[in-house]
C-alpha cells in the first residue's frame, strides 16, 4: 500500500473514534499535502492548510528549541469555531487535526498523538 493511502487509513480512523473531529491534513515538512479526510466535507484547501501546517511546525519547534521547553508535542489554535492541532509525525510528515467547538481536549490530544506516532510509524517503514 502507498504511503498516502495507508495515512489516510489512520486519518480516517481518528475522525471515527473521536466525534468532534472534523478532518484532518497530512503533508511533508516542506508543506506538499499526503493525505487529507475532510469527512465528505468541503472545508477549505487542503494545499494551503498543508503549507500553514509545516509554516506553523517549524516555527513551533523553533520556539521550543529556544525557549528551552524539550521536545515539540503540539501546536493546539483555539479560535470561535472550534480547534486546529497540530502534532509532528516523524521527522518528515505534519499531521493537522480540525475539531469542533466543545470537544473534549484530553481526547483531542491523546488520539492525536497516538494517530501522529501511527503516521510516523508507517513513513520509517515505507521509506
Given amino acids: ?6 495515512v489516510l487509513r489512520e486519518m ?10 472534523s478532518g484532518s491534513v497530512a503533508c511533508t515538512v516542506d508543506g506538499l499535502t499526503i ?3 475532510n469527512g465528505g466535507k468541503a472545508n477549505g484547501s487542503s494545499e494551503q492548510t498543508a503549507a500553514l501546517s509545516a509554516a506553523l511546525l517549524a516555527l513551533s519547534r ?3 528549541i529556544m525557549t528551552c521547553q524539550g521536545v515539540l508535542e503540539e501546536t493546539l489554535i483555539s479560535g470561535t469555531a472550534g480547534f486546529a492541532a497540530f502534532y509532528a509525525a516523524g521527522p518528515t510528515i505534519v499531521l493537522t487535526v480540525l ?4 470537544t473534549n481536549l484530553g481526547l483531542l490530544r491523546l488520539e492525536g498523538r497516538k494517530t501522529a506516532a501511527s503516521v510516523a510509524a508507517i513513513a520509517a517503514r515505507i521509506h
Fill in 1 to 6: 500500500m502507498k504511503l498516502c493511502e495507508e
Fill in 12 to 21: 480516517v480512523l481518528l475522525r471515527e473514534r473521536t466525534p468532534d473531529i
Fill in 35 to 37: 493525505a487529507c479526510d
Fill in 62 to 64: 523553533r520556539m521550543t
Fill in 99 to 102: 475539531a469542533e467547538p466543545g
